[in-house]
């Protein structure tokens, strides 16, 4: 299995503040790599896709990079909305998809 | 608008088997992967397989021994069935849409509202 390790694992920070959390993968998958939001008691929602693509929807303060093994997701200004749960899931390897363990980003 | 909704029954006992389906409404089946997902109360996300509507599916080497997947054209369904449960499969169970059977985008970008099973005796 291809392991996905997210950094860091929980955050703090403020409305307006810019954040990175990076995502890592064991091997090489090219720009096969998703991020997902989680908010408490909802499905995980779908933000980047293919590294850098922005999902249909999701606002332009999210911003994707990074190819290969490793990667980032941004959020360039943060809005009370955007506390909750982030995943990274690596779609090269089908046998099996995985994903990161999760960062939890939190009002400081 | 894509829509997927899912049901099945939300408490097993060790040894039963897990039944979930879930329905496609608003768009075509036939052109896209089918997906479960499952997540343990206050854990992560881990893929169990996907399905396409040919009933051409992949499975998760850890689980495929316990899991069956299947797919109805003529409902635009597909259901998930885990056999030999234990307590270790307690977790909320996500249906969603995977890739295009011919435009690879790599994420999950439409789910349904998940289902909680839980495993008790």
């Known amino acids: 299995d291809i392991q996905m390790t997210q950094s860091p694992s929980s955050l703090s920070a403020s409305v307006g503040d810019r954040v990175t959390i990076t995502c890592r993968a064991s091997?090489?998958?090219?720009?096969?790599l998703a991020w997902y939001q989680q908010k408490p008691g909802k499905a995980p929602k779908l933000l980047i896709y293919a590294a850098s693509s922005l999902q249909s929807g999701v606002p332009s303060r999210f911003s994707g990079s990074g190819s290969g093994t490793e990667f980032t997701l941004t959020i360039s200004s943060l809005q009370p909305e955007d506390f909750a749960i982030y995943y990274c899931?690596?779609?090269?390897?089908?046998?099996?998809?995985?994903f990161g363990q999760g960062t939890k980003l939190e009002i400081k | 608008q894509v829509q997927l909704q899912q049901w099945g029954a939300g408490v097993l006992k060790p040894s039963e088997t897990l039944s979930l389906t879930c329905a496609v409404y608003g768009g075509s089946f036939n052109s896209f992967y089918w997906t479960w997902i499952r997540q343990p109360p206050g854990k992560g996300l881990e893929w169990i397989g996907e399905?396409?509507?040919?009933?051409?599916?992949s499975l998760n080497p850890s689980l495929q021994s316990r899991v069956t997947m299947a797919a109805d054209t003529t409902k635009n369904q597909f259901s998930l069935r885990l056999k030999s449960v234990t307590a270790a499969d307690t977790a909320i169970y996500y249906c969603a849409r995977g890739n295009g059977l011919y435009i690879r985008s790599g994420g999950f970008d439409i789910w349904g509202q998940g289902t909680m099973i839980t495993v008790s005796s």
């Open positions: 091997q090489d998958i090219g720009s096969w």
């Open positions: 899931q690596q779609a090269k390897s089908v046998l099996p998809y995985t």
């Open positions: 399905i396409t509507h040919s009933g051409s599916s």
